[in-house]
């Protein structure tokens, strides 16, 4: 256990130590609420205007609905960072000096994961306290204890999913200036496919059969759901069709998979499942590449 | 102290036989150099015994024990590359590899200031490893190595691309692990000179092991002594030595004459005395014993 927690720290310091690394980890949050802060939220503020006259609530909304995406967006950028210690070990040989000590390979393996669920949990459950506190001091309205608590958890599950994918890829690319571009842009990318920078409802239907097909898709629809189900109970004379309406607005109304009508618990679930099956493929690709 | 056998060993990457069927063994407390050009199979033979390559023919053993565990418990490799953490401090570096050997945190801050002070970095412990200079970055892949207390050291390269301080303070650590921990060490190098200090040495080449022996059996029968003579007149001394029967090579103002033997040496010395100017007896070395022996194979 010792080893397994020396050698987890020594990849969440190396992580931490490179500021440039970390500076891009965050590149595309920051991308984000620079658009948001620019013109996202002045264009949501004046749909909500529609119907809403508090100020305030408005700002509830478009910062509740902006900031459902940029959690999940945080989850795979970050995990996606810090996953880069593992392409980099390959590619300078700090593997081969941790493989020539009497450490279990699967220790080894498992210290990357852990060191990327922890830096990527860590940070975006203290992002989530502060939206709360944001939230809470500009627009006078809090979110609610329970639903703090219940996002720790979901944030928790989104984490484990992105850490699976991303170290996925980690395995498998094997230049680290590949896999620092790609860590570069994968934010924004699925950003814009996943209707993080912008409702789904404004793009095209093919754009959303392939949104349909990437799990954070579904992780932001859940999650923005989560995060506006009390700002929009706060809206008068909110239902029905306009209800329906401004949840298409929002990007909270689940869009099934490939046009079929599948429940978001579902959709949920076979994220799950993916980022199962692609740590066990991770498993069995570090255990090749680590027995060569 | 702890000895290595090598048996039939083999390993092909594809179409690529890079390892043929070598055995060699290393006894206790003995420094053993492995010497060849490159692409010979050197870094392959050192990875598969550093446990790094795992496909491979033939049997590995430390002490008649081929258990990997056993094996990597009991070896330390200093690669040629740096691998440390160049954004870690020196101690946190340190700490967490050794952390992979001691389990007990006492015991692994204990062996932490052993090496500290055996290999004098005391004053940059606390420094990141990439700010350090290239012979102090040396000497902590050096803790890293010997921090499992290794009783077989494995240095690949170690010397390479180091200034002729650092590489004297290298095998000065290196000479001190032999005689007074009685390490058993196994080299590779590019420089002859560094194998010339070894206790065995085996030359490699495409896959197969050429010669092994100690360097002085090597010299004797892989280099020739040269007498370099610079004489008062050039026409008297070629003649003399067309006269002797003796093959010479001119470069400026020197004439070059291979010999066998340091009693022909003397003969031929004193054969050319009053031509002689001056005169300089050049030890065959490493050099001409590896020129040779790949220049032979090669042939």
Known sequence: ?292 | MISLDILHLSKRYKDILAINDISFSINKGDFYAFLGPNGAGKSTTIKIIAKLLSDYEGSVTLDNNSNDDFIRSKIGVVFQDNVLDGLLTVKENLLYRGALYIKDKKKLIERYEELKEYLHFADFENQKFKTLSGGQKRRVEIARALFSNPELLILDEPTTGLDPETRRFVWECINDLKINKGLTILLTTHYMEEASNCDVVTIINKGQIIVTGTPSELKHKYSFDRIKIVPFEENELEKALKELGLSFKKVVDEYIIVVNSTQETITVIKQLELLIKQFEVIKGNMDDVFLNVIGEIND
């Open chain 1, 1 to 292: 256990m010792t080893d397994l927690i020396a050698l987890t720290k020594r990849n969440i310091k190396v992580f931490l130590r490179d500021k440039m690394g970390v500076f891009f980890s965050f590149l595309s949050v920051i991308i984000m609420l620079f658009l948001y802060f620019a013109f996202l939220g002045k264009t949501y503020s004046a749909s909500f205007s529609e119907y809403v006259s508090d100020k305030n609530l408005i700002n509830f909304l478009s910062l509740s609905q902006m900031m459902g995406g940029v959690l999940v967006i945080n989850t795979l950028s970050l995990a996606v960072g810090v996953s880069g210690t593992l392409v980099n070990d390959q590619n300078n040989n700090a593997l081969d000096s941790l493989l020539v000590t009497p450490i279990k390979r699967y220790k080894i393996t498992l210290a990357y994961y852990l060191s990327v669920l922890f830096i990527t949990y860590v940070l975006t459950v203290l992002m989530w306290l502060i939206t709360v506190l944001y939230v809470g001091f500009t627009t006078t309205y809090w979110y609610s204890f329970s639903l703090i608590i219940i996002i720790v958890l979901v944030l928790l599950l989104f984490t484990i999913i992105s850490t699976a994918i991303m170290v996925f890829l980690a395995t498998i690319i094997k230049s680290s200036a590949a896999f620092g571009a790609l860590a570069s842009i994968i934010g924004t990318v699925i950003g814009f496919m996943s209707g993080i920078y912008m409702p789904l409802v404004v793009l095209g239907q093919g754009t959303k059969y392939v949104a349909s097909c990437v799990p954070f898709t579904h992780m932001t629809i859940f999650l923005k759901g989560l995060m506006l189900k009390e700002p929009l109970s706060y809206v008068p004379f909110l239902s029905g069709e306009a209800l329906k309406e401004v949840r298409d607005y929002l990007g909270i109304n689940n869009i099934g998979f490939l046009g079929l009508n599948v429940p978001l618990w579902a959709l949920l679930i076979g994220c799950c499942l993916l980022a199962f099956g692609l740590g066990i493929a991770s498993v069995y690709i570090m255990k090749r590449k680590l027995n060569k």
